[in-house]
């Protein structure tokens, strides 16, 4: 009876306890954001190994991120005791998958040495392939071929089963041809990329059944966390795992049978576990007496339909209504009681999703809403820097009621957007820690870009012109560049100066000789024009001149756009300083601010990024057309690109357990030029019940009104009048003068108030460039 049940399963409601309890079959937890699926998934493991199911290592965990994983050990440890030393198994596809491919890579043709190209890599060689082939690599550019590659790769398609239709769109037909001579390359380098880390196990299992027949020995179970965003191969990958055919011998699984398991990793994982949490609840293990099901599928897969948010990178949502046809007989278990967020959160949430088609469609309740909880908090600010300065406010009065930042995040639906909020941070002595990427000024089209910068600002600056003096590519080898080094040694100059003297001289072969001759002209004209043109527009001009923005321009990889964005953002910020010099002094010292792991910190993280996380305190800046939806997705019209975007709401909503900031700003230099913005399609979709408009108040500049009625002003809204006009109203009649004004007017008429009446003296100026 429940009086008996492990500590463990004692908190969790009937549903969780039938989802971590029916361990044998098939098991689809299907539950919306905050109802315990990850907690399901971890106790689920707790629960196997305390009752003597299956030893650490015959249980495959898939978790989306690496973090994940190591919270998950972390979770099972305390649940179980110290006994449990580690889960082998427990990892992203990618990490499982080089440590199966590590085993057998001889089944492929590797050594179990192979090493990983990252895209650089694969580009390259890309490159290679297309010109041997005779092909002009600038109509069939190689980053384009990668990115098919890898969407096959996704699809789990190898060369000969990709469509004659995509074979034929690339290279005048020769796409099959190429992606098999790729395949082939990768396997004289003894290397491998990223898709094939799935690929080939699965290629593995299907050719060699002995193999899979090994694993499927091993697996005892498999649970998989964020299910709604597997691909295609990965879903191949988990169902020859988990499917067990007909042809194989029927398994006989005891935990003895692990000992003499020969794929089975170190011996610490065979030590028979000490089940002391659950021997102390009255409950012997009960592997020995209780016979375990065989050619069961022991398969658990958790997921939220509405926070599928990797269809840009070849998630298929439909893995989700598959399962049941694929796991016949799978019980499915659906969570409704929320345990992360306040009624106000979950409201707001819940009315916004609602507006996507085609859900699965799921209740969320939380049975403590409390008066005191606070509404979600919509707030506006002038442009970005002003957002930062309100953002950092409110967390300082967070604070001093004694809030930990460790408590509190800031989720952007683009990384561009972190760099006002890393500035103002260090100039406020705010800690703060970017999760899942690097910080702004260190990723690489910025440190790119200011090393151009340096060079001008510093013509002696030799390790940064080391960097671009071939970036991009300007047909300088290694050998040139070596050169280069040589005489600027030898002769005590500066790299630079040495580029410009080989350039006039017969030391080097005409190609590389002229691509030095056009870096020396380019850096001395910029050098002059330091002095004469304000020192955006030169970096605009240098970015240009050079080929660098043109060479992310030409990259079709995922990332591009979004280092293009950086690179504008990183001109924007340079217009708070007097002259390149003092900006890049700024540089240097937030660049030597330390990222400390142990210190309370506040978390800034993209929205995909922060999936499965939670924070007493959220923070979601930029709501505006354009940037979140993202002008992409508009771009690409249709509804499923706008309908991941506010998957993508959904998931950055309900991060927040307590405290929700939105915020949205009326300006945005887009293309150098200062631009209204208009309120984000999905502050209309909140539900006024639950949202509080922020005052302005004086705290945050005084601003007031500015803002105007009716987030939606100025757009065609597709829903009617903007809910927000009533809620504008309502909130002290800072709206009501604009409350009958039709939306496009009124936004006008407030954004010249917003300049004249607010701005003028302080950012009013930018308006006019
Ligand atoms: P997401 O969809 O965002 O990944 P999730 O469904 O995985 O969310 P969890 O992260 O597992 O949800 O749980 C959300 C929060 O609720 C966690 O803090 C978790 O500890 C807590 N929680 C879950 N179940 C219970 C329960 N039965 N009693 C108390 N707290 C719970
Ligand atoms: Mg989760």
């Known amino acids: 009876g ?25 098991v689809l937890v299907l539950a919306g954001a905050g109802t315990g699926k990850t907690r399901v998934l971890t106790t689920r493991i707790a629960h196997i190994l305390a009752t003597g199911r299956a030893w650490p ?89 990668a990115q098919m590659i890898d969407g096959w790769k996704n699809k789990g398609l190898g060369p000969d089963e990709i469509a004659e239709g995509d074979a034929r769109a690339f290279a005048n037909g020769k796409g099959r041809e190429l992606y098999r001579s790729y395949q082939a390359r990768l396997t004289t380098l003894n290397a491998c990329d990223f898709g094939d880390l799935l690929l080939h196990p699965i290629r593995i299992f299907r050719k060699h059944h002995d193999v899979l027949a090994e694993y499927h020995r091993k697996f005892k179970y498999i649970l998989v966390d964020e299910y709604q965003d597997t691909n295609t191969a990965q879903y191949m990958w988990l169902r020859l795992l988990a499917q067990r055919p007909s042809f194989e011998a029927p398994l006989r699984s005891t935990p003895q049978d692990e000992r003499s398991d020969p794929t089975n990793s170190p011996a610490r994982d065979r ?52 399962f049941e046809k694929d796991f016949p007989g799978a019980t499915v278990v659906r969570l409704e009681r929320n345990y992360r967020s306040t009624a106000h959160i979950l409201g707001a949430a819940a009315h916004l999703i609602a507006h996507n088609e085609g859900r699965l469609g799921k209740t969320l309740f939380t049975d403590r809403p409390d008066p005191e909880d606070p509404k979600v908090n ?62 702004f000024y260190e990723r690489q089209e910025i440190r790119d870009a200011l090393a151009y910068l340096r060079v001008v600002a510093n013509p002696g600056d030799d390790l940064a012109f080391e960097r671009i003096v071939n970036v991009p590519k300007r047909g300088l080898g290694e050998a040139a560049v070596r050169q280069v080094h040589d005489t600027a040694r030898a002769l005590r100059i500066p790299m630079l100066e040495a580029a410009g003297n080989l350039a006039e001289s017969d030391e080097l072969k005409p190609k590389p000789r002229a691509a030095l001759r056009e870096v020396a002209a380019n850096f001395a004209r910029w050098q002059s024009a330091l002095e004469t043109t304000p020192h955006t527009e030169l970096a605009e001009t240098i970015l240009e001149e050079s080929g660098y923005t043109a060479m992310w321009k030409n990259d079709r990889s995922a990332e591009a756009p979004g280092r293009l964005e950086n690179l504008k953002e990183l001109i924007r910020s340079m217009e708070e300083y007097e002259s390149l010099r003092s900006f890049l002094e700024h540089v ?144 002290g009649g800072s709206f009501s003068n604009t409350y009958a004004t039709p939306g496009w007017a009124r936004a006008k008429a407030n954004r010249t108030e917003a300049t004249d009446r607010n701005w003028g003296s302080r950012s009013g100026h930018q308006v006019e460039r």
């Open 588 to 731: 240097a010292l937030v660049m030597d601010a330390e990222q400390n792991e142990e210190q309370d910190a506040i978390s800034i993280m993209t929205l995909h990024s922060a999936k499965g996380l939670e924070f007493e305190t959220v923070f979601l800046p930029g709501w505006e057309e354009g940037l979140f939806p993202h002008q992409r997705a508009l771009d690409e019209g249709g509804r499923s690109a706008l309908e991941e975007e506010r998957r993508l709401a959904y998931v950055g909503l309900t991060r927040a357990k307590k405290n929700l900031h939105l915020w949205f700003v009326s300006n945005r230099r887009i293309h150098g030029l200062w631009q209204s913005t208009i309120p984000s399609r999905f502050l209309d979709e909140l539900p006024e019940a639950h949202v509080e408009v922020a005052e302005g108040g004086n705290s945050y500049g005084g601003y007031g009104n500015s803002y105007g009625g009716g987030f939606s002003a100025g757009r065609q809204n597709p829903y009617g009048a903007s809910r927000f006009d009533s809620v504008g109203s309502a909130s």
């Open 57 to 145: 290592s015959q249980i495959l965990a898939v978790t989306f991120t690496n973090k994940a994983a190591r919270e998950m050990k972390n979770r099972i440890g305390l649940l179980v005791g110290e006994a449990i030393e580690g889960m082998p198994w427990l990892g992203t596809f990618h990490s499982i998958g080089v440590k199966l491919l590590r085993r057998h890579a001889e089944l492929v043709g590797l050594r179990s040495d192979f090493t990983i190209l990252d895209t650089d890599d694969v580009t390259r060689l890309i490159k290679q392939l297309i010109q041997a082939e005779g092909l002009d690599d600038k109509r069939w550019a190689p980053r384009t071929f």
């Open 378 to 439: 919509v707030h506006a600010a002038w442009d970005s820097d002003e957002e930062a300065r309100a953002v950092g406010e409110t967390v300082e009065v967070y604070q001093r009621q004694k809030h930990n930042l460790n408590d509190m995040a800031i989720l952007v639906r683009a990384s561009f957007q972190m760099r006002s909020f890393e500035d103002r941070f260090i100039e406020i002595g705010l800690n703060y820690r970017v999760i899942g990427g690097p910080r």
């Open 2 to 26: 429940h009086g008996n049940a492990p500590d463990y399963l004692k908190g969790l409601n009937p549903e969780q306890r039938l989802a971590v309890e029916t361990t044998e079959g098939p």
């Open 271 to 322: 030590a028979p576990p000490d089940f002391s949490g659950a021997t102390a609840q009255g409950q012997p293990p009960k592997a020995a007496t209780r016979p375990v099901s065989e050619n069961k599928v022991n398969i658990c897969c958790v997921g939220d339909d509405d926070q599928s948010i990797y269809g840009w990178r070849g998630a298929e949502v439909d893995n989700i209504l598959r």
